[in-house]
């Protein structure tokens, strides 16, 4: 056993892999299967508390893709579990993915049964990037399709994410931050995620920090020197005590700069509405009220209903590992192997085999009207939104948009929802429409499944 | 902006820190405040749906302290935001952590108000570690704690981890398969975990490679031929139709030899036991059943309370992401400052001052009897749990054992869980007491606090 190492490195990904993957890699190559296969990454069901899916990271794994290698050291490695034949392995040394990928655009927002990508290309290569493609995948689009609800539930306000301490590991807490930009959000806690995906980062105090200073107030007047404009945290002993003695020293001291107060516990809508009429009758309008504290959308969307007067939230818990919806259940199926088209027949689990498209058709004030699901070469209404991204084995040159620009085309895409999605309460319909190509396709498959 | 990194690195971890904590670290050094703090990691609560948090990861996560630095890089990029004085940029650069950290046992059941860990040192170093830290333990306690349950529920069964696609993110499926040794899973699909933490790796054959084979059949021969003793994926067509044909092949081949087949779709306890008497009556009573599928301990707790005949199985999301307790609140709170104990007076988050002791007493049949939490310096009956495992800043030498002698103190210490715990129904009451000297430490830091 090697020294237990902190992190996965970048270098590692080949060996991200499932066993099974490799075993299966193993004997389509002793078999001599290397026809092209098709695999498609999809949702059956939306989980019970998501209206849609927003779909990211889909993209961005073709750079994992591009780069995997499998050095001496890992086929070393795999050669230690006694289950490969030396000439897998070197072909294994040889690998480099050869294939295609197609991929709709970070950020948008899909319903069941549409694909997120397909991969197509020698089975065998297909096959090992299954668990990595799928982690990769699953991570950013869970946290996104939650995030963004917290947006909806916001009404604009600013969100601020302060999940570092809740994620699921420093990749998850790393990458959520990216999520969290293509789901709308304003900022974010953590420092190197901020600067990697250029999310401006807030933060100002903790309790431990009023707790270790002489007093509260004390700890009020170090802010307020270092960093003017500055947000208190006020509810480490007192609340309404610590806003009155901000009041009061505020107006002995007019040149001190402070921009608002934190509420992190208790009745946040009671404190809020007490904290807003006390500063308002001292003239102090412009301080404005944050407030954090295991909030989620429903949580944001009650104070606001409630008027609380709150102007912005920070959230943990609830975005960090989207707490109602922690897993979708994304499948990696199979849906073509030597132009033919695949497909099981397991119950609950069957699926449309055969390449695909998803046209999205707008109406008039820009809203989606209905998708359709079709084969990879019909043509429909609306817009195409798989595109293939990487080319025999490489990115496609300007393919992959720069994260601004995705950031930018999420947040049309976003909008481009109708209201009933945007609202917290589940929706009943879909407006996905599987095209009769498709379907007449899967009729055909099972009959010759059952007849075989 | 930098490229956009896939993951993070090990040497960036320092940046892997919350704005605040940073603005905290420069007030204080600001204020000269250097005096020694002590942090406590707790949680006030369990979720609904655990009867306690097994430990995992308070002890490794010395290793990434101990070698957290600022690098020239970090400071110029700490410095693009604008926040930071360069004398306090100076002073990160100079930054090694010189405290202490006390630790219980990885793999150690705890309950409320326990400390699965406590920091001592320079107020500033400490606070700078709090969302680092409990990231890198939530992350490990979160999932060792749902997948001791499937344990519980599999009644010595083997449990394998299928989840590497639902994690969340690669460090959480890379870590997940540490924290399920400490908590008794048998295996894991995961390769690279696997052979990072020493975990036996587990997999034949997914759908795919059943539906890319001219028929079933095929699939299942090139699987005996390569992999004699596989387990064969029965439910891509028709799960009784494939086992009727294994049972006929196998009476022709007596040669050819499987170890088991595996159901992953449909009524699992229907199928296994109609697949178990196909093959008693074919004599195969040696073939294993293996299910899995959307199972969590509540499933596997039906499966078997059936009797459903099943010898094992494979579990993907519910473990990948604790799918109905994805987070644990764990609190990082400031207890001691300058000698002096601190704690905060929020509603609801009322916590003990002053650095911590946790002593276990176990009755004659080895089960735990009582928790006593104590001050530091206090003495009572039974082992106390947290040991230092670092001073001045250093990891003392043999303070972590190695995992595979972690992996058996976490045996012992589950086992010696009374039944009440490790039943999936919720307890009612937790064997905690809390010091009289603690209790009176609070009072009186309480009182001050209100006085003041």
Redesign the interface.
């Known amino acids: 056993?090697?020294k237990?190492?902190?992190?996965?490195?970048?270098g590692?990904?080949s060996?991200?892999?499932?066993?099974?993957?490799?075993?299966?890699a193993?004997?389509?190559w002793?078999?001599g299967?290397d026809d092209t296969?098709v695999?498609s990454l999809f949702f059956r069901a939306l989980p019970d508390n998501r209206n849609f899916v927003l779909a990211c990271g889909q993209r961005?794994v073709v750079?994992?893709i591009e780069s995997l290698r499998f050095t001496d050291e890992h086929i070393e490695?795999?050669a230690?579990?006694d289950?490969f034949r030396p000439e897998f392995l070197d072909w294994l040394r040889g690998f480099r993915f050869s294939g295609s990928v197609y991929a709709v655009p970070e950020g948008t927002p899909l319903f069941p049964q549409e694909p997120l990508l397909e991969i197509e290309g020698p089975?065998a290569e297909v096959?090992l990037l299954?668990?990595l493609v799928?982690?990769?995948v699953?991570?950013e689009s869970?946290?996104a399709s939650k995030a963004v609800r917290l947006t909806f539930a916001a009404q604009g306000r600013p969100v601020v994410d302060?999940g570092?301490?809740?994620?699921?590991?420093?990749?998850?807490?790393?990458?959520a931050v990216?999520a969290y930009r293509l789901a709308g959000l304003t900022g974010t806690?953590?420092?190197?995620a901020?600067?990697?995906?250029?999310m401006p980062?807030?933060?100002?105090?903790?309790?431990?920090?009023?707790?270790?200073?002489k007093?509260e107030q004390a700890a009020f007047r170090?802010?307020a020197d270092?960093?003017p404009g500055t947000t208190l945290l006020v509810?480490?002993?007192?609340t309404r005590t610590a806003v009155r003695a901000i009041i009061a020293w505020l107006k002995s001291n007019p040149e001190v700069s402070i921009g608002g107060i934190r509420l992190?516990?208790?009745?946040l809508a009671a404190e809020a509405t007490d904290c807003r009429t006390m500063l308002d009758e001292a003239g102090l309008t412009d301080i404005k009220i944050m407030a954090s504290g295991g909030l989620d959308e429903y949580g944001i969307a009650e104070l606001l209903s409630s008027a609380a007067p709150i102007d912005g939230f920070g959230v943990g818990?609830a975005i960090?590992?989207?707490?109602d919806a922690?897993?979708l259940?994304?499948a990696?199926?199979?849906t073509e192997?030597g132009s033919l088209p695949?497909?099981?027949?397991?119950?609950?689990?069957q699926s449309f085999p055969g390449p695909k498209q998803i046209y999205r058709r707008l109406g008039p004030d820009g809203e989606i009207v209905q998708d359709v699901v079709s084969g990879r070469d019909e043509v429909y209404d609306g817009t195409p939104l798989l595109k293939p991204v990487m080319k025999q084995g490489r990115i496609i040159e300007g393919a992959i948009e720069p994260?601004d620009d995705q950031v930018r085309n999420a947040s049309e895409a976003i909008a481009s929802l109708p209201e009933r999605f945007r609202s917290l309460a589940p929706i009943s319909k879909v407006p996905v429409e599987i095209s009769d190509f498709l379907k007449a396709l899967q009729r055909d498959t099972l009959e010759k499944?059952?007849s075989?």
Chains 1, 2 share one sequence.
Not at 202 to 210: K, P
Not at 264 to 267: I, T, W
Request: aromatic share 10%.
């Open positions: 056993m090697l237990q190492p902190p992190l996965v490195r970048e590692d990904l060996l991200m892999v499932d066993l099974y993957e490799l075993a299966m193993q004997a389509y002793a078999e299967m296969a695999f961005s750079s994992i490695r795999l230690s579990l289950r089975i096959q299954e668990s799928m982690n990769y699953h991570l869970v946290l302060f570092l301490r809740r994620t699921h590991g420093l990749d998850a807490a790393h990458r990216r806690s953590n420092i190197l901020g600067l990697d995906f250029n980062v807030y933060g100002t105090m903790a309790h431990s920090f009023v707790q270790a200073c007093d170090v802010y270092l960093y509810d480490t002993y007192d992190d516990s208790g009745d818990s960090g590992v989207s707490n922690p897993a259940e994304l990696f199926k199979l192997y695949r497909m099981k027949n397991s119950p609950g689990k994260l499944i059952r075989a």
